[in-house]
Nanobody
Framework: QLKLVESGGGLVQPGESLKLSCTLS????????IGWFRQAPGKEREGVAC????????YYKDSVKDRFTIYGDRAKNTVYLQMNSLKPEDTGVYYC???????????????WGRGTQVTVSS
């Protein structure tokens, strides 16, 4: 069964950067989309960034455009989320997931990691 493990979360101050990693037991980007989602306390989970299968397209939530970058490294079976200029509203548990299409991920389908906590606070 496909497994995903997130890492790289932590506590940072506003304006700082973090790079999250999602290591997959199998690199699925050739045929599956891979996305990052987050969930803040008391809020619904939301999509942050996604790469479509074969790296054809990328999607970013409007509030993270120009600050976050999603990319994959086949040699390391890893997908990264580089997060710059972090804001307190970026706080949450960040999950990576993979499924056929981004719509499948939004519906909660596919394979999911257990998440990594990101806290942005002064």
């Amino acid at each position: 069964q496909l497994k995903l493990v997130e890492s790289g979360g932590g506590l940072v101050q506003p304006g700082e950067s973090l790079k999250l990693s999602c290591t997959l037991s199998e690199f699925t980007l050739d045929y599956y989309a891979i996305g990052w989602f987050r969930q803040a306390p008391g809020k619904e989970r939301e999509g942050v960034a996604c790469i479509s299968a074969k790296n054809v397209n990328t999607y970013y939530k409007d509030s993270v455009k120009d600050r976050f970058t999603i990319y994959g490294d086949r040699a390391k079976n890893t997908v990264y989320l580089q997060m710059n200029s972090l804001k307190p509203e970026d706080t949450g548990v960040y999950y990576c997931a993979t499924a056929g299409y981004y719509a499948d991920l939004v519906a909660g389908q596919g394979y999911w990691g257990r998440g990594t906590q990101v806290t942005v606070s002064s």
